[in-house]
């Protein structure tokens, strides 16, 4: 069966304290590690994708890399703005010809001023 | 350029009610994912949908859910009779799908569904 964990599950930061987050993963035939952001009631927002081990994508103050078995989401000096749960998922076909996410339950970030 | 939206935002039912979630997907995307958020747990995929076809419903609970995607109108998620253990967060998500081997889901604001 496929697994995503993620740690730690909640993380405090002070602003400006880098840091990362983890996301290990079993899964056959994967096509793609997804990040994403989730506010407090609302709809994860899509962040990088990541299709192949050594790949990295960056954005702002968040940096994501992938291995073969974990994926890390690097956040340099953080800011309060960046408080909130980010969620890892990986992406495979399957048998019924749909493409499936299955997620990790997040990493609650908060970062204090 | 519009994102995927859902509505209601929030809903209440009692047990025994019908709950119908509606979806439209983002412009020019035509493949539609349902996912349900219980408390405390991560999103599980629940079904895939085209215009006017399930493609998979393996996650779908076998009695009482349905989802449709009709040639014109949103997707609607059906639970009818709904107990207790319905409520949570469901979430549409929609894709273009670039290619067999990109695609990238682009997720709703949700409906929270609570029954009492």
């Known amino acids: 069966e496929d697994q995503v964990t993620q740690s730690p599950e909640a993380l405090r930061l002070q602003e400006g304290e880098s840091s990362s987050l983890n996301c290990s993963y079993t899964?056959?035939?994967?096509?793609?590690l997804f990040w994403y952001r989730q506010d407090p009631g609302k709809g994860p927002e899509f962040l990088f994708t990541?299709?192949?081990a050594g790949e990295e994508k960056e954005k702002e103050r968040l940096k994501a890399t992938l291995t073969k078995k974990e994926s890390f989401l690097h956040i340099t000096a953080p800011k309060p703005e960046d408080s909130a749960t980010y969620l890892c998922?990986?992406?495979?076909?399957?048998?019924?010809?749909?493409?499936?996410?299955?997620f990790g339950k997040g990493t609650k970030l908060s970062v204090i001023p | 350029n519009a994102g995927v939206m859902q509505n209601p935002r929030h809903l209440v039912r009692r047990r025994g009610q019908e709950a119908r979630l509606r979806c439209s997907p983002m412009?020019?995307?035509?493949?539609v994912y349902w996912y349900r958020q219980l408390p405390e747990e991560g999103l599980k995929f629940m079904v895939y949908?085209?215009?006017?076809?399930?493609?998979?419903e393996s996650g779908m609970p076998k009695e009482r859910f349905s989802a449709e995607f009709p040639k014109e109108g949103p997707s609607i998620l059906r639970i009818q009779q709904v107990v207790r253990g319905d409520s949570a967060a469901y979430f549409c998500?929609?894709?273009?799908?670039?290619?067999?081997?990109?695609?990238?889901?682009?997720f709703g604001p949700g409906t929270r569904l609570l029954v009492l």
């Open positions: 899964v056959s035939g994967l096509r793609g």
């Open positions: 949908l085209q215009k006017e076809n399930i493609i998979d």
């Open positions: 412009k020019g995307h035509s493949h």
């Open positions: 998500a929609s894709s273009p799908r670039v290619s067999e081997y990109q695609e990238t889901q682009y």
């Open positions: 998922a990986v992406g495979k076909y399957s048998g019924a010809g749909s493409y499936q996410l299955t």
């Open positions: 990541l299709y192949s």
